[in-house]
């Protein structure tokens, strides 16, 4: 299992200080330098990172992902439910009552087996792309991000709860939504200053 060559757009270090390329797929492969088993001594400087950028990788992640023959009706409601993700997602942007990241990674998850093309343009998104690499670079999200979005959310349920929704079951159940959002929220990696 060879992989799929994929280009290298950056990188960041792990826990233990190894260094990882993120692929232009949204995976992520290690590319230690640990003389005298793997030599890479370019890895350790900022110089040979910046020029090994845009060099590809086998990337063996994208080739697990690589979609099988579907079913027409199975790739049609796969893409119907990736779309409707996507959409959703791209509203959570904005309005923090839905969470971006879960729906776009159950996207990509649709997209990865009904269609490259839609799976690929995703990945590679300016602003809903970068969600999605940064949750699976471990990167998680930035806690400016976590901050705007709790204040948002909570703003925007206890208001409309107050002066909008006379009925104490839906002012209830809207409660139950913000909290159920934060925990999840709060559960994501918070990220580190910028890689
Ligand atoms: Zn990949």
Redesign the pocket.
């Known amino acids: 299992m060879q992989g799929i060559p994929?280009a290298i757009r950056g990188f960041h270090q792990d826990e233990h200080g190894d260094w990882v390329a993120e692929?232009i797929?949204g995976?992520t492969q290690h590319v230690r330098h640990n003389p005298p088993w793997i030599e890479r001594p370019w890895v350790t400087t900022a110089e040979g990172r910046a020029g090994h950028l845009g060099q590809t990788l086998y990337?063996k992640?994208?080739v697990t992902e690589t979609p099988a023959q579907l079913h027409p009706a199975l790739r049609g409601l796969l893409l119907g439910i990736g779309w409707l993700c996507v959409v959703l997602g791209a509203i959570g942007v904005v309005v923090p009552l839905l969470p971006t990241t879960p729906l776009l990674l159950l996207a990509a998850a649709c997209f990865a087996r009904a269609s490259q093309r839609f799976y690929h343009w995703l990945l590679n998104a300016p602003v809903l792309g970068r969600f999605i690499r940064d949750y699976r670079a471990g990167l998680g999200i930035p806690l400016r991000a976590k901050i705007i979005a709790l204040t948002l959310l909570w703003g925007t349920i206890l208001s409309s709860a107050v002066l909008f929704v006379p009925l104490w079951p839906v002012r209830a159940l809207l409660l139950l939504i913000a909290s159920t959002v934060s925990v999840h929220l709060l559960r994501l990696p918070t990220r580190r200053a910028a890689a």
């Open positions: 994929r692929l797929c995976h990337c992640h994208c």
